[in-house]
DNA sequence: CTAGGTCCAGCAATCGATTGCATCGGTCGC
DNA sequence: GCGACCGATGCAATCGATTGCTGGACCTAG
């Protein structure tokens, strides 16, 4: 059907001339009755002639049009740095149903982890004029969210955050979830305690891995450096390797704190290599408690992070940012339980004699 | 920083038209220096100056006025059910790997298998100018679907498909996989094979299910109906719930096909809460081998699904359909394979006998 | 020497909505 | 009875890029 078929105004999106042609009035009456920050503008009736003309018509605004308009979108840009993480998926539905509700769109990329792929995806979503960013791929150093925080760029960080102070962020209790943790440990009996520690470029895994550290002081137990491992990423890969190493490097222990999940699957795997059992020769506990850690052989014992509320609380947090720019940035941290499972159990008096 | 500022000339994005000025050109030449479709009706020269003057200014197109002008947006929605379905992070990767160097940016979805919510999510996107649509959500009767084809919106569905013929899809060969799996199971041993049956509304579970009567037939077995059950949703909790009024029904069987993977979790959940174990009283065998499912206890045997190709494949569909957009419609199926694990062993012919 | 053609670049309209300012009729207060 | 004000609406510029059309410069062929 050629643009210029003479069924073309038919076919056509309404739009706001339409609308008000259809109404007797001016575009610029009929957008300010249209719009309700504006309808007070616009007599009764001729809002009321213009509603059912749009109605009528099925108009509905063009985005494109008033974004370039406006620069604004009534949508945020919501960036994670692997969508296969089951970690992140929640969190993405969090921040979703909060916005969705009040008419704003979430525009879910992925980084895979690539800086430079950030960089371009945010860029190109500040071109289309997003009104902020929920970020959930902090890194310690991050020139990029340094950058963004400078222009004054509403952002809430999730889960991580970077070094720089006074950005907003929404992240779990890693001190207290670590504390729980090892206090079930020693509870059990575990007093040789290794930690699988997560890349230290990332703001948790430094924290788990300087609050395991304190929890061993305050248990009255050694800190000792041969039981501390550290991996490169968050995958059951570096998990495998950084356990294998641990196990290798004759290190004595009866338990593990693994920084995430997937560290401490990667840790049953290296386990299973060794012959070696979980529970019965280590314990082990994971962090995240993500999507069916708990239908895995054994189930693990892990540290429960709200996941839904973190998205949903960093995307109160933006709105507020959004609504009135000039507030002091907030920050959120939301409290941990400890799930125990099957992975977790008493030390084995005899055994822990002959390691 | 008020708009009025001394140094808002610095600060501002940079336009064509400065671009244009600082060439010494008409916005209108700097445009079509830029565009490498009309760069040839430039001179060389000019081309040179204006190439070097953007990259000065750091010029780059906003991509909200061009939409406007040319309605399009190189873009391309991607709509999905369920992001916590760990079926779909992968489809996502596969989708943005084939987009995302060539230019072109997907906008992820997620609809929480809400019609309303998919049908505002779509017209949102369409507002927006995206090109094309690969959608995840496909039922049988799909009035959405319907519309958007007949709207000649180019769309590529994944893994499900609708009733309606024509709409090209990218979906895994369920006939055979079923096939593979009912094999699988015949050559261990078992003749009563039971089937947790997905939805009735998606192309998956009907066909699915029929290929799973048909395998009975090919093999020679029985098809009883009352070792077919239809679990109501894709969900952990509608298989415990559907294989619960399997194993109440006292139909008998040794093994089970579930539909899909997490029906077949929710398979081990009845069996547990009847004592019953997997795979020494009842076999279980899934459909999509998705993340982790490996790593359950026992470990899933399950019909592997190309995940990620079933994403990249789509993307590429697409688009095919954006570039010339009167070809054929053109569909893909994609082979399987079976990966056996621990969920399913010969049939003991002592239970056999008993059950 | 001129008609016709090619190449290059500028002009101006356009996409669709928003918004500061002007206008106009009418009411109110003095 | 007149200026001030107010409420309602229209006018026109604007956001930033694209593109059909026009026109000038220059070349070539007849």
Redesign the interface.
């Known amino acids: 059907m050629a643009p210029s078929s003479p069924y073309n105004a038919l076919v056509r999106r309404p739009t706001l001339r339409d609308v008000a042609e259809g109404a007797g009035v001016h575009a610029a009456t009929a957008s300010r009755a249209l719009n309700p920050a504006t309808r007070h503008l616009v007599s009764r009736e001729t809002v009321q002639r213009v509603d059912r003309v749009a109605a009528a018509l099925g108009y ?1 605004v ?4 008033r ?2 308009k406006t620069a604004r979108s009534a949508s945020i840009g919501l960036i994670v740095p692997d ?2 993480n ?1 970690l992140f ?2 969190i ?2 969090g921040v ?1 149903d909060v916005l ?1 509700p009040i008419g704003y ?1 979430a ?4 980084t ?1 982890n690539d800086p430079a ?1 950030e960089a371009a995806t945010v ?2 979503m500040r ?3 997003v009104e902020g960013f929920v970020l959930a791929t902090a890194r310690l150093e991050h020139p990029l969210i340094d950058q963004l925080d400078a222009a004054d760029v509403p952002l809430v960080l999730v889960n991580r955050r970077t070094g720089r102070a006074d950005v907003p962020s929404v992240t779990p209790d890693d001190v207290s979830g670590v504390a729980l943790a090892m206090r079930h440990l020693v509870e059990l009996g575990h007093r040789r305690i290794a930690h699988l520690a997560g890349p230290q470029d990332l703001s948790t895994g430094v924290t788990r891995l300087r609050a395991f550290r304190q929890a061993l002081e305050d248990h009255g137990l050694e800190v000792a450096p041969e039981r501390i491992v550290t991996c490169k990423e968050w995958s059951q890969v570096a998990g495998a390797e950084g356990a294998g190493r641990l196990l290798d490097s004759g290190a004595e222990f009866t338990a593990v704190l693994a920084g995430n999940d997937l560290l401490a ?1 990667g840790c ?1 795997d290296a386990l299973a290599q060794r012959n070696l059992r979980c529970p019965e020769d280590v314990s082990v506990v994971g962090f995240n408690d993500i ?2 850690i708990d ?5 693990l014992t892990s540290v429960r992070i709200p996941q839904y509320d973190i998205g949903a609380e960093a995307a109160r947090l933006l709105l507020e940012e959004l609504r009135d720019p000039g507030r002091h940035p907030r920050s959120i941290i939301l409290p941990l339980k400890l799930c125990v499972r099957g992975s977790t159990a008493t030390v084995d008096p005899h055994r822990e004699r002959r390691r």
């Open positions: 509905r063009n985005p494109v049009a974004s370039l969508l296969m089951p998926p929640p993405v539905r979703e969705l769109n525009w879910i990329a992925n895979d792929r860029e190109a071109a289309r004029n699957l049953y999507p069916f239908r895995v052989s054994p189930p």
